[in-house]
């Protein structure tokens, strides 16, 4: 059976592998979190501002504060596909049949063609970190760059957008940028890959992963929520 997997899940995997088989294999979704709709509100902003510059043909300023000699990719039809959340950067093992996919933010092209993806982080913090999570996820992207035939430079980048609150609110946010680089790892996403499909088709339930404790709360809180008064 073809197993198709997004970058997402692929993320769920390496945090909670119990998480993510009982995604895969019976359909129980992770308790999702408050939406996000400030993070998402940025996201389509973001990706408006950097629009504007590429139908321009110039630099975003944060490419030109960091001296990045790049410009944004330009093929706006294939950079739409990639942005799409169904459709994405997507790519299908001839070997296996499996699919890998996930969608950009945005791309990057460099003066000797090779592409590099680029990932818009809008956060409270007061500085800008890369995590795990973030590192994989450009990581993947930039495998399935690879995939698709495309060159791809040793890098991948953050545009990070961190609110700014030492002048209060007073109705308004603003936001300072800042471009970090990150060195793109794709050589190891395929064994997570295959690790993750690998799981999809067993019938043990593995262990819960580090970074949670839900499951070991719910062990604990159910016989007594359960329990008939
Ligand atoms: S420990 Fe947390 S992340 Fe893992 S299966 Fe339980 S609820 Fe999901």
């Known amino acids: ?12 995997f390496t945090k909670c592998p119990r998480c993510f088989w009982l995604l895969k294999r019976h359909n129980v979704k992770p ?33 030109v504060e960091h001296r990045i000699n790049a410009k944004l990719f330009a093929d706006t039809t294939r950079l739409a596909a990639w942005r799409n959340t169904f459709q994405g950067l997507r790519w299908t093992d001839p070997e296996t049949g499996h699919t890998l996919f996930g969608a950009v933010d945005d791309v990057l092209e460099f003066p ?3 592409l590099a993806a680029l990932d818009y982080k809008s956060s409270g913090a007061r500085e800008a970190r890369v995590y795990p999570s973030y590192q994989l996820q450009l990581d993947v992207y930039t495998f ?16 990070f957008f961190l609110a700014v609150k030492d002048d209060g609110f007073n109705g308004r946010l603003p936001f300072r940028r800042q471009l970090l680089e990150v060195t793109a790892q794709p050589d190891r996403v395929p ?29 604990a809180a159910s016989p007594i929520i359960t329990r008939k008064e």
């Open 191 to 219: 064994a997570i890959f295959e690790q993750a499909i690998h799981l999809t088709k067993s019938d043990q339930t593995p262990s819960p992963g580090a970074e949670c404790d839900c499951c070991r709360w719910f062990g």
């Open 1 to 12: 059976m073809a197993i198709t997997l997004s970058r997402w899940q692929l993320e769920l």
């Open 112 to 114: 000797d063609g090779s």
């Open 144 to 159: 399935l760059l690879e995939r698709l035939g495309h060159k791809t430079a040793p890098k991948a980048f953050l545009a």
């Open 31 to 63: 308790p999702e979190g408050f939406p996000l709709a400030l993070n998402t509100a940025m996201d389509g902003l973001l990706k408006e501002e950097f629009d504007t510059y590429r139908v321009k043909g110039q630099p975003h300023p944060i490419l």
